[in-house]
């Protein structure tokens, strides 16, 4: 599975974003779960939102109510919308899938200002 992450940018506080993540070699509706991750300079990589095969999602406490992750199989796509941003939201999101094993894409990044 490969998967290639893009959306990222810099906006102001307050602001939204929509990242993508279009997923190549496998259908993600065959897979386990799709999430997206959060890594802050400096700061270890933290769980943002996830979806599940049967579509269940969960979220990350500081994301909850701002963030929605959402896919389109036809697309063989998961998105994540980012609504409220604000500065601590600025980092690098990663695109993982996992089946019997992960699968990590590139990041994409995210530059909130104040």
């Known amino acids: 599975v490969q998967l290639q992450a893009s959306g990222g940018g810099l906006v102001q506080a307050g602001g939204s974003l929509r990242l993508s993540c279009v997923a190549s070699?496998?259908?993600?509706?065959?897979?386990?779960?799709v999430a997206w991750y959060h890594q802050a300079p400096g700061k270890q990589r933290n769980l943002v939102a996830a979806i599940t095969r049967d579509g269940g999602t969960e979220y990350g406490d500081s994301v909850k109510g701002r963030f929605i992750i959402s896919r389109d199989n036809a697309k063989n796509t998961v998105f994540l919308r980012m609504n409220s941003l604000k500065p601590d939201d600025t980092g690098v999101y990663y695109c993982?899938?996992?089946?019997?094993?992960?699968?990590w894409g590139q990041g994409t990044l995210v530059t909130v200002s104040s």
């Open positions: 993982h899938a996992s089946d019997f094993r992960g699968y």
């Open positions: 070699g496998r259908s993600i509706s065959n897979l386990n779960a």
